[in-house]
């Protein structure tokens, strides 16, 4: 296949992938999704094509909290237009992607997790909810604890857990 055949195709897939998510997606996603996940293009091919298309105007990188990427009206007229040389097979194969995995992509990039050893031995924990748009963090929180053991408990649970706390805590304060 021709070089500048496949960077065309590897720019459309990246917008035909911003375009179907229908949310903005951090860089690390979208590498994961068309480099990591899937072989849809490598790694260094996906990052060069997201730059190109930032540049074009075809997507918009905006820096808030964390930085995200957004297809662009143009990219999206862009895509209608040259859709089609992105093999069937290869769409299909997105969407259905998409269709199993796009839920747990707009989890990850809400929600943040770290823990870190204090002076004192003991542990912190820094866990946050964010809305992927929003400067600052819905939900914000540090837990002090004794072990490493319960800081890990913490930082691998806080995926399935956040939801239910933010629930419990904005119910409780605004009864």
Known sequence: MDEQYKEVQDKLIVLYVLDKMEMPLQEESILSICADANAWMPY??????????T???LVHRNETQKTIYNI???GRD???NFYTRIPLSSREEINDFIRKERLAYKRS????????????GTYTVHVSICEMEADTPMLDLKISVDTRK????????WDEKAAKIYELL??????
Do not use: W
């Open 72 to 74: 662009t009206p143009s």
């Open 55 to 57: 540049e074009a105007g």
């Open 170 to 175: 904005y119910d409780n304060l605004f009864d």
């Open 109 to 120: 990039q809400e929600l943040f997790r770290d823990y870190y050893k204090n002076k004192d």
């Open 78 to 80: 862009c895509l209608a």
């Open 44 to 53: 260094i091919n996906c990052q060069h094509a997201l730059n190109m298309l």
């Open 150 to 157: 319960s800081a890990k408990y913490v930082y691998n649970h």
